[in-house]
């Protein structure tokens, strides 16, 4: 028997033998390495909506860089071959071929500045954030992870919202008679990148109108937490919100604005977690009150994740805050106005 089969055979052996004892970090490693640009692609390109005017934009700039580029070239070229030859022409011209390795070079150049501005942003976060680099008893590190992204991009869609509109989403709006309409999350769908949605929506009718049925009921990834896989949908089918506004921040019908935490955004909790009590992502209720604590209530915060759950503040930042934490310590983080700066290290 060849020695290639015979070491392939011990691998697969002790991959089994691995997983069979509820060590995973080997096997999720190889195919995270191998296939994580599969999953990552299969639960990103569904929510992609293309700008075909930036598209457009970007190849006519380009175009215009290329040709642009091989007549200065050119004629630089004809230059220095001119005064290298004490004036007189050689005949050589300068190639398109060059111009294009050019171009695709300076193209490279930028996707590869886009990408090593990502990696040292999150190398940074993965050094400041205080929590494991490595986590065991895969899948959950996994949900973890993508809960904590989640919350990430509702924060970066928040930040977004209020500089296009000058204030937050109100929590939730209601017509002249009490009527619930819209919630935050449906106002804050073409920030995290769902237009699609967005567009489908008639603000001038409740969100449950026969007509949204179909909206409502569309999953929504940056929404709904992966370890809560089993409870995606309500009874009548609408696709369920994992996360929770912060009711003093994206509760009611008021529109807030930065204006009104006088204590540092770093120190206030937009969303966070939410492990019971589910509402349907396009309810204009979507929003609990830090006051009852973390895992102690249907209608508070908290999460599967044991200990505690992840809350998003309002500098971006995502933070796993104790179910022990202080109660001063939750309702100052909870409140625009709790007049006290809390270090992490309190919670």
Known sequence: MSRYVIGTLLTLFV?????????????????????????????VLPQVTVDWVGVTTGVLCLALLVVGSHAFLGWLYGQVRAEGDEGEATGGRWKPRWTASMAV?????????????????????LLTSGRPVVQFGSPSAMWRAQSTNNLKQIALGLANYESAHGTYPPGGTFDAIGRPHHGWMSRMLPFVQRQDLHDRIDFDLPWDHPLHREVFRADVSEYQNPALHEHRKDEEGYALGHYAGNA????????????IVTDGLANKIMAGEVGDGFEPWGSPTNWRDTALGINRSPKGFGSLFPGGANFVLGDGSVRFIKETVDPAVLRSLGTPAGGESVPPDRY
């Not at 004892?21 to 190889?30: C, M, R, S, T």
């Not at 590869?112 to 990502?118: E, Y």
């Not at 003093?248 to 930065?258: A, E, F, Q, S, Y």
């Open 248 to 259: 003093h921040m994206l509760g009611g019908d008021v529109p807030r604005t930065n204006a």
């Open 15 to 43: 991959l089994l033998f691995l997983i069979s004892a509820g060590f995973f970090l080997p096997f999720d490693f190889a195919v995270a390495l191998v296939l994580g640009w599969v999953f990552y692609l299969g639960r």
């Open 105 to 125: 070079i300076v193209v490279l150049m930028f996707v590869a500045g886009i990408s090593a501005t990502g990696v040292v942003h999150q190398v940074g976060w």
